[in-house]
């Protein structure tokens, strides 16, 4: 089977405030090897267990992350900005299951680093469902009717992914003390247990189902203040909902949906706090 593998970068073991993800700051060439480490865990692991192909997509920022020189020889990678899908671009009907690694909760939720997208978005919902940047993602792999089979990083997203899709394996690399603290694994132990939970998921794949879309999603998208919502709302087909910081659209699909999350926060990133 073909593995489709969406990587970012908060959730990754070690990981646990900006200095890590932010590409100006000093950790962070630490991070992209941590990061890069992970992902072959899994990639490794992956063939080992028969998997004929895996692509791998960096998922994090300018999605250019991974060192593509250390990545398992055998992978492809799909990296850098912009991309049309962005944290699922690539994914299609073709995988037989897909790995989130590196994942962080929704925002307004605790966990390490938790944040939908933006740091402007305090809530989004697909119809009266909650999603962060995990759910959103698992339903566009069910969109492709391709399962999440496995999701690594801190135990709330794991508690968030058990949640939204009924047996899938989790890895948690570390525990949230606070939003930039926790208990991590090293990532020696993170690796013998990425290979081993990528070995399980593998093996229980028919157990999991796809995470299914609903039919013309109502996409809701709450802002952290109303200039975000009014940036958002000069996408055409938006609807802001009087005094809330609220914007919302109607899309034809998931898909559909999905691009019209990333139009909206790009747009209400260009929001001044001053």
Request: net charge negative; charged share 20%; aromatic share 6%.
């Amino acid at each position: 089977m073909k593995l489709y593998i969406s990587i970012d970068m908060e959730g990754v073991t070690g990981l646990v405030d900006s200095t890590f993800v932010d590409s100006r700051q000093h950790n962070y060439e630490r991070g992209r090897h941590i990061m890069t480490d992970e992902a072959n865990h899994v990639i490794g692991s992956a063939f080992q267990e028969g998997c004929s192909e895996v692509i791998v997509n960096d998922s994090h920022s300018k999605m250019n992350n991974l060192i593509i020189e250390k990545l398992h020889p055998e992978t492809q990678l799909i990296t850098g900005d912009v991309k049309p899908y962005s944290m699922v671009q690539g994914l299609d009907a073709s995988f037989g299951g897909a790995a989130f690694l590196g994942y962080h909760t929704m925002a307004a939720t605790k966990g390490v680093l938790s944040h939908t997208m933006i740091f402007g978005v305090r809530n989004m919902y697909i119809n009266d469902v909650a999603v962060g940047e995990l759910g959103f993602n698992a339903y566009v792999a069910g969109h492709y009717g391709v399962p999440v089979l496995l999701v690594a990083g801190d135990d709330e997203t794991a508690l968030e992914a058990e949640a939204l899709i009924p047996g899938v394996t989790t890895a948690v690399v570390k525990k949230r003390i606070s939003r930039t603290s926790a208990l991590s694994l090293t990532p020696a132990k993170s690796g013998e247990l990425l290979q081993a939970k990528t070995k399980e998921a593998l093996a229980s794949r028919e157990r999991v189902k796809p995470l299914v879309p609903p039919d013309r999603p109502l996409l809701t998208i709450e802002f952290a203040n109303y200039g975000q919502a009014e940036w958002a709302h000069l996408m055409p087909g938006t609807t802001l909902e009087g005094n809330r910081p609220v914007v919302s659209f109607q899309a034809k699909d998931i898909l559909e949906a999905y691009q019209a999350m990333l139009v909206m926060t790009e747009l209400a990133m260009r929001t001044n706090f001053c």
